[in-house]
């Protein structure tokens, strides 16, 4: 078997193998890490590789099989972690220069459950520059490539974590999602990215990047099988982390091919549907012809109150103060782009995010009163296809906009648009494959939740994944 096939798996598939010492961990480690040395050089994926501490740790998940200990689905699994969550021993730099030698001294409680299911790390991913943004185009550690054209960017600000699942680097990478960083990356370089209920996974020991109160972990994977194994392992209460709760984490895999007949799905008439490319518009209107099918009646919904979601979103990230010091000391250690962002918000007054915060509740209750009227909600993940490195200028729609500018400007909101939402109300989202353009770049569906009902989120995007078949494409940076 080549290595192709074999990191090409899901993990769903690889695991079996694996229990069954039919596949060697260090065998399937050392063809991770060869692949992962060749694609940095074409994708730009990573800020730190751990190939020797990899080894390691399958040479031990490896001898705890030969005496009869297997630790679940993730024993001797090669993932990867968006490099904003911190590794005891090794740097995590936040994708930016102040913390380029930081080592912490302890490991996020998601690294602690992903090492005690099994999982080998094989290196901290790249990303956008302090999570600041949507393209993970980094001055520091290069620009993340999009697999599927290496012209193109991978999306943000988890760029390196979608592109390495995509490319069959990782098997599986965890991500961070402020506005949609897990979400847009996965949508762009065709994978699937989950964005867990808030609370449902800890956020503790991850550097929270623009907005904190909007942050969550979640994993790309390349199904949605994959994902509900990884948010198992994630999910759960942590004692030092006020934002969970302490309630029993389900069984996801386990529900995953019960029945959507009968569900009621919300098309908002609103926002997330204008602008669009027509690509994007095309392949989402098949996807929802696609969950009728499926048995599931549409309901059209209209959501109040979504011109305040731009003014919220500002707010609220001008309360970032953990890079004050770095701002103050020399600020030349941050990017054009980053330095602009961050200085902006010291002119947001204490009144002002107030103010936002208010309005995030008016949103949030007119959110609920929404889902009390269908079972979850479908969208475009992402309204545009990733551009090309060096754009000014895209259509959308008929009108034409700059994407030149900053993530306060105008092209970092149309690009979480649609993803923003999830966050500032905390709902569960993910974002499926539903398609390519004519150019072959992939397309996201994203489906949206009530609060803790993630289960029901994953078994949607599952029965609609069953449902249609892109498994047989693989990206040009393969060929």
Same mark, same amino acid.
């Given at each position: 078997?080549?290595?192709?096939?074999?990191?090409?798996?899901?993990?769903?598939?690889? +695991?079996?193998? /694996?229990?069954?010492?039919k596949? #060697?961990?260090?065998?399937?480690?050392?063809?991770?890490? !060869?692949?992962?040395?060749?694609?940095?050089?074409?994708?730009?994926?990573?800020?730190?590789?751990?190939?020797?501490?990899?080894?390691?740790?399958?040479?031990?998940?490896?001898?705890?099989?030969?005496?009869?200990?297997?630790?679940?689905?993730?024993?001797?699994?090669?993932?990867?972690?968006?490099?904003?969550?911190?590794?005891?021993?090794?740097?995590?730099?936040?994708?930016?220069?102040?913390?380029?030698?930081?080592?912490?001294?302890w490991?996020?409680? =998601?690294?602690e459950?992903?090492?005690?299911?099994?999982?080998?790390?094989?290196?901290?991913?790249?990303?956008?520059?302090?999570?600041?943004?949507?393209?993970?185009?980094?001055? &520091?550690?290069?620009?993340?490539?999009?697999? &599927? !054209?290496?012209?193109?960017?991978?999306g943000?600000?988890?760029?390196?974590?979608?592109?390495?699942?995509?490319?069959?680097?990782?098997?599986a990478?965890?991500?961070?999602?402020?506005?949609?960083?897990?979400r847009?990356? $996965?949508? =762009?370089?065709?994978? =699937?990215?989950?964005?867990?209920?808030?609370?449902?996974?800890?956020?503790?020991?991850?550097?929270?990047?623009?907005?904190?109160?909007?942050?969550?972990?979640?994993?790309?994977?390349?199904?949605?099988? !994959?994902?509900?194994?990884?948010?198992?392992? /994630?999910?759960?209460?942590?004692?030092?982390?006020?934002?969970?709760?302490?309630?029993?984490?389900?069984?996801y895999?386990?529900?995953?091919?019960?029945?959507?007949?009968?569900?009621?799905?919300?098309?908002?008439?609103?926002l997330?549907?204008e602008?669009?490319?027509?690509?994007?518009?095309? +392949?989402?209107?098949?996807?929802?012809?696609?969950?009728?099918?499926?048995? /599931?009646r549409?309901?059209?919904?209209?959501?109040?109150?979504?011109?305040?979601?731009?003014?919220?979103?500002?707010?609220?990230?001008? #309360?970032?103060?953990?890079?004050?010091?770095?701002l103050?000391?020399?600020?030349?250690?941050?990017?054009?782009?980053?330095?602009?962002?961050?200085?902006?918000?010291?002119?947001?007054? +204490? $009144?002002?995010?107030?103010?936002a915060?208010?309005?995030?509740?008016?949103?949030?209750?007119? %959110?609920?009163r929404?889902?009390?009227?269908?079972?979850?909600?479908?969208?475009?993940?992402?309204?545009?296809?990733? &551009?090309?490195f060096?754009?000014?200028?895209?259509?959308?729609? !008929?009108?034409?906009?700059?994407?030149? @500018?900053?993530?306060?400007?105008?092209?970092?909101w /149309?690009m979480?648009?649609?993803?923003?939402?999830?966050?500032?109300?905390?709902?569960?989202?993910?974002?499926?494959?539903?398609?390519?353009?004519?150019?072959?770049?992939?397309i996201?569906?994203?489906?949206?939740?009530?609060? %803790?009902?993630?289960?029901?989120?994953?078994?949607?995007?599952?029965?609609?994944?069953r +449902? @249609?078949?892109?498994?047989?494409?693989?990206?040009?940076?393969?060929?």
């Amino acid at each position: 078997m080549g290595n192709l096939d074999l990191l090409s798996q899901e993990i769903t598939e690889i +695991a079996p193998q /694996i229990r069954e010492r039919k596949i #060697s961990p260090v065998e399937l480690t050392q063809a991770a890490i !060869d692949h992962a040395e060749k694609m940095q050089d074409v994708l730009t994926s990573f800020i730190t590789l751990t190939p020797e501490l990899a080894l390691r740790q399958a040479q031990q998940m490896e001898t705890l099989l030969m005496q009869g200990e297997y630790l679940g689905a993730l024993h001797g699994i090669p993932i990867g972690l968006k490099d904003m969550i911190l590794t005891k021993g090794i740097r995590t730099t936040d994708g930016g220069k102040p913390r380029e030698n930081y080592v912490p001294e302890w490991d996020a409680p =998601v690294v602690e459950r992903c090492r005690a299911a099994g999982a080998v790390l094989i290196g901290k991913e790249n990303m956008h520059e302090m999570g600041a943004g949507f393209t993970s185009a980094n001055a &520091w550690y290069g620009h993340v490539r999009n697999p &599927w !054209d290496l012209d193109r960017f991978a999306g943000g600000s988890s760029g390196g974590s979608a592109a390495n699942v995509a490319a069959f680097v990782t098997f599986a990478s965890l991500g961070t999602d402020g506005g949609g960083s897990v979400r847009q990356p $996965s949508a =762009v370089c065709g994978v =699937v990215g989950l964005k867990p209920t808030y609370g449902r996974v800890p956020n503790r020991g991850a550097l929270e990047g623009m907005d904190p109160a909007n942050f969550h972990i979640g994993p790309h994977t390349r199904s949605v099988r !994959d994902s509900a194994v990884l948010l198992r392992v /994630i999910a759960g209460h942590d004692a030092l982390d006020p934002s969970t709760i302490p309630m029993p984490v389900e069984d996801y895999e386990s529900a995953l091919d019960r029945s959507t007949k009968g569900l009621v799905m919300g098309i908002p008439s609103n926002l997330f549907f204008e602008p669009l490319d027509p690509q994007v518009a095309d +392949a989402v209107s098949r996807a929802i012809t696609l969950l009728k099918e499926l048995g /599931i009646r549409a309901k059209q919904v209209e959501i109040n109150h979504t011109e305040l979601l731009p003014a919220i979103r500002a707010a609220a990230a001008s #309360s970032v103060v953990q890079y004050e010091s770095d701002l103050r000391r020399d600020r030349e250690q941050f990017s054009p782009e980053i330095r602009t962002s961050y200085l902006s918000r010291q002119f947001v007054l +204490a $009144s002002h995010f107030i103010k936002a915060q208010q309005m995030r509740r008016l949103f949030q209750r007119e %959110w609920l009163r929404v889902m009390q009227e269908v079972d979850f909600l479908v969208t475009p993940t992402t309204p545009l296809l990733p &551009w090309k490195f060096g754009t000014e200028k895209v259509n959308v729609g !008929d009108t034409e906009e700059d994407v030149s @500018t900053t993530p306060t400007g105008i092209s970092g909101w /149309i690009m979480g648009r649609n993803t923003s939402p999830a966050n500032i109300t905390g709902v569960p989202a993910i974002s499926v494959p539903c398609g390519f353009s004519e150019e072959g770049l992939p397309i996201g569906l994203q489906i949206l939740g009530r609060p %803790w009902e993630d289960g029901l989120v994953l078994r949607v995007a599952h029965q609609f994944e069953r +449902a @249609t078949d892109y498994s047989g494409r693989v990206p040009a940076a393969l060929t």
